[in-house]
C-alpha cells in the first residue's frame, strides 16, 4: 500500500494489484487477438468488399495460421 498525496493536499491511499501473466497466457491472450482479427478481416472482406474477398480471405486465413502457431507453442516457450 502506498500513501500518495493528490492535487487536494488529502493523502490517498492506493493499493497496487499484481497481475498474475505469465508467458503462457500472455501467447494464449495473443493467440485470441490474433484470431479475432483474422476473423474480422474475413467478415470485412465478404460483406463489405465482396471483389476484394478472396484477397481479404487469404490475409484472414493466413492470421488464423498465424494463432494457431501461437497455441500450439503456447507450453513450450
Keep these: ?36 482479427l483474422g476473423s474480422a478481416l474475413i467478415l470485412i472482406g465478404v460483406l463489405k468488399y465482396p471483389e476484394y474477398a478472396i484477397g481479404f480471405s487469404i490475409t484472414g486465413v493466413g492470421f488464423y495460421a498465424i494463432a494457431w502457431a501461437f497455441n500450439a507453442l503456447r507450453g513450450r516457450i
Excluded: C, E, Q, R
Design 1 to 36: 500500500m502506498a500513501w500518495i498525496l493528490n492535487n487536494y493536499s488529502i493523502f490517498v491511499s492506493v493499493t497496487f494489484i499484481k497481475m498474475s501473466l505469465n508467458k503462457n497466457k500472455i501467447v494464449g491472450y495473443t493467440a485470441l487477438v490474433i484470431a479475432i
